[in-house]
């Protein structure tokens, strides 16, 4: 589901649920109790009303029909049937879908009373549904063979056309409307029979139980596991299992911070995650800032650290939700091997469907392995591990394609009054399948399914199986540069004539031999006119910019192409300068602005690589944020300097010239260059500092956190948690952590 609904929530995404929740859960699903069970469907997503008659004139039937992808829309009335089609104008089965779908459903409300017309839609389009269009001739990654215009039983709402937001109604009102629906459609069955498209509302089904309790057994062990490393019991929520974890991780990363300090930063972040999830943005743009707590600790020494910690947060809360979701996925598999899809109707159809999946991720892994693409395998690493056996030592095993168990994409349910869902092997496979077939992440769309020969599928999947680990998936530190070119080609972004400037923000205190071999690369390159150098004016433990002209002129100078531009914030000037008139005329027409990168690989986060492609891509996403319509593209990046095994890195080299450590030191240098030359710059300063500092980044930060974090399309609102409530839980994250305010 998506659009003004949003995505339906997986039981781990609330914070308030407790461990005894999702055992209850659990044992709800293995012994068949789940209330209103019904299908999740992989269809093509919208809101749905129907514009009554105003007195002075009667619809035609499919001019009536209203839909809604944001809010938008609904302010706006919703679209029309014309303004729909206008909209995937050109997406041939898509456009054809919707138009089909609509027809079918405009001629079904039409043998409505006026009355339920009323009842169903309000006397303005208020009231919309959420629905889903399922049409063979459009399929995503499930094969239905049935054309439905199929009404989920969640997510209805009567909206605000002033603000375009849901109305405070009772509870139950999503399902009352559901049902009242599904009542009105029974009388019309005649008239939905005519056509293509089958009309209906998702229909409550029975969850068979388990044949036993092994998955249950299993299940339930491992959520102990998890709860024991967090220190957490059955009583507490998913938000005390996260503030355990953070509170480990800062008193690890932070063992100095004082204790104000430490909870600052975990009311920061946790309000920032569950924020974002409800659809407010970060707390930083709501009151918290990172300087009013580096001010509130007093502690400048360790500000940096503070800083590096807050923005990691994401990442972190994707390491602490992540054994969770595991326990809850594997068991989920488990409980969709029973379940079938309903609009899969012909005999021993979903078993070949099943069939059909496994064969294609099977294919999709081995072509993504093959590849040799960085990108790829980075992305493709946890998708493999939900689909692989866990040992009995608790390592990660085989490939096991088995575990796509069902050609159903999962079910939904509700629970203590919210609506959850379970999605087994399907999630992993559509996150596979998505690389594989249509590209993302700036990886290359890879061919279909075309070759895979029906007959043969349960061997392909076999074959699979037997051969692929998680192991087969290295995160390699070569390859993902060989594709620049066809990286190039799914971006869009053609090939410019004329000249180059290549952008590269970053601090360069100290530079070492790879920043300086990527200036190098790019100077040299006779289709390069400029290369600008954006760096911040603050000293990093005492290395200054002057310190820096000095290291470079030992190195041995820098080309005349080569300029610097002074900006506290690099990254965040990178974007910030393609829309300064003054900077931008000074290098002519017909020139492409790229980011400078090598082909340096980091397990800590994107490739310096993917980087420069999210930058291009960003422009190219957002040509609001390009004003002057300058060129951005990519340039092939640097390679990486030999450095005898060891990550180059500008905190490193300041810690091996501070201990006097010149065998790391001069691995950091260019060939031929002095090491004692280089600690009498470094050494006078550097004492006078102590540990920490983090490295310097040469490449992109990703670029809607930087520059255009204020996107429309905000993180989706997530059923569990009331908007009256969001407020509320803030604050008793806070009261948790002992109340503390920052003045």
């Known amino acids: 589901m998506g659009g003004v609904f949003g995505h339906m929530s997986h039981i781990y995404d609330n914070p308030e649920m407790t461990f005894g929740q999702i055992k209850d859960i659990m044992q709800k699903a293995s012994g068949g109790q789940l209330e209103n069970v019904t299908e999740k469907t992989d269809g093509q997503n919208l809101f749905v009303s129907y514009k009554l008659s105003d007195g002075t004139q ?32 050109g997406r041939g089965a898509l456009e054809a879908a919707f138009t089909n ?14 009355e339920e017309k009323l ?80 009309v209906q509302v998702n229909a409550i089904r029975h969850l068979k139980a388990l044949g036993d309790d092994v998955a249950l057994s299993t299940a339930l062990k491992g959520m102990d596991k998890v709860m024991s490393s967090a220190g957490v019991n059955d009583g507490d929520t998913i938000a005390d299992y996260v503030i355990a974890k953070w509170r480990n991780l800062v008193n690890k990363e932070l063992p100095e911070l004082n204790d104000q300090g430490k909870q600052l930063i975990i009311k920061r972040v946790m309000s920032d995650y569950y924020g974002a999830l409800e659809g407010d943005g970060p707390l930083k743009s709501r009151g918290l ?69 496994q064969a294609l991720v099977g294919k999709a892994i081995e072509t993504i ?23 009995d030592d608790g390592s990660i095993g085989a490939v096991d394609l088995s575990m796509i168990s069902s050609a159903a994409e999962g079910i939904v349910f509700d629970y203590d009054g919210h609506t959850y869902k379970f999605t087994g092997g399907f999630a992993p496979a559509n996150q596979i399948l998505g690389l594989f077939k249509y590209g993302r992440k700036g990886i290359p769309a890879m061919a279909g399914e075309e070759d895979l020969e029906e007959g043969k599928w349960a061997q392909t999947a076999a074959k699979i199986t037997k051969h692929a680990t998680t192991a087969g998936v290295p995160i390699s530190k070569s390859g993902v540069i060989s594709r620049i070119g066809s990286l190039n080609n ?42 600008v150098v954006i760096n911040g004016p603050k000293a990093r433990e005492g290395v200054t910019q002057e310190m ?52 340096k690989v980091s397990d800590k986060g994107p490739s310096d690589a993917s980087r420069a492609i999210q930058f291009a891509q960003w422009f190219q996403d957002n040509p609001d944020k390009n004003p002057l319509n300058v060129n951005v593209g990519i340039l092939s990046p640097c390679p990486v300097e030999s450095s005898g095994g060891i990550d180059l890195s500008a905190s490193v080299m300041r810690k091996a010239a501070r201990e006097n450590n010149d065998k790391l030191l001069s691995l950091h240098l260019p060939k031929n260059v002095d090491v004692n030359a280089v600690k009498s710059i470094l050494a006078t300063s550097l004492e006078e500092v102590g540990m920490g500092g983090g490295g310097i980044a040469i490449g992109a930060g990703r670029a809607p956190e930087v520059v255009g974090s204020e996107k429309e399309d905000k993180p989706h609102r997530k059923n569990f948690l009331a908007k009256e409530r969001k407020d509320e839980m803030v604050n008793e994250v806070m009261d948790y952590l002992l109340g503390i305010s920052v003045g």
């Not at 006397?123 to 989920?152: G, Q, R, S, W």
């Not at 070949?352 to 999946?357: F, P, S, T």
């Not at 080309?559 to 000074?586: C, T, W």
Request: charge should be negative; include cysteine.
């Open 369 to 391: 392995q093959a590849s040799g693409n960085e990108e790829a395998m980075e992305i493709l690493r946890p998708q493999l591990e939900k689909l692989s056996k866990i040992e």
């Open 101 to 114: 779908a609509f027809r079918a459903f405009a001629k079904t409300v039409d043998k409505f009373s006026d």
């Open 548 to 599: 820096s002209q000095q290291l470079f002129d030992i190195y041995g100078g820098l080309n005349p192409k080569i300029q610097f531009v002074e900006h506290n914030l690099p990254m965040r000037a990178s974007f910030e300068l393609l829309s300064d008139e003054n900077f931008v005329s000074q290098f002519g027409e017909n020139v492409t602005f790229v980011l400078g990168c090598s082909q």
């Open 58 to 89: 009667r619809w035609v039937p499919e001019e009536a029909v209203r839909s809604a992808r944001n809010k938008g829309d609904i302010k706006n009335g919703g679209m029309t049937p014309q303004q729909l089609a206008a909209k995937f104008a």
């Open 490 to 531: 799914v971006l869009s972004i053609s090939e410019q004539k004329g000249k180059y400037v290549v952008l590269i923000p970053g601090g360069f205190k100290p530079p070492h031999k790879g920043h300086y071999a990527m200036l190098n690369h790019y100077a040299e390159n006779p289709d390069v006119q400029n290369v």
């Open 119 to 198: 009842k169903l839609f309000g006397p303005d389009t208020n009231i919309y549904y959420n629905a889903e269009v399922m049409d063979p001739a459009n399929a995503n990654v499930i094969n239905y063979d049935t054309k439905t215009f199929l009404i989920h039983r969640a997510g209805h709402a009567e909206y605000d056309k002033e603000t375009g937001k849901p109305v405070d109604k009772e509870s139950g009102f999503s399902e009352q409307q559901a049902g009242t629906l599904q009542s009105v459609l029974e009388k019309s069955q005649d008239e939905m029979s005519k056509g293509d498209f089958k």
């Open 289 to 357: 800032e990172t300087r009013q707590i580096t001010k509130a600790v007093n502690q400048p020494e360790l500000n940096e650290k503070v800083v590096d910690v807050i923005k990691s947060y994401p990442q972190h809360f994707k390491e602490f939700i992540f054994p969770v979701e595991s326990v809850i996925h594997r068991f989920a598999i488990e409980i969709m091997r029973a379940v079938q899809s309903a609009y899969i109707i012909a005999a021993g159809g979903n078993e070949k469907e099943v069939a059909r999946l």
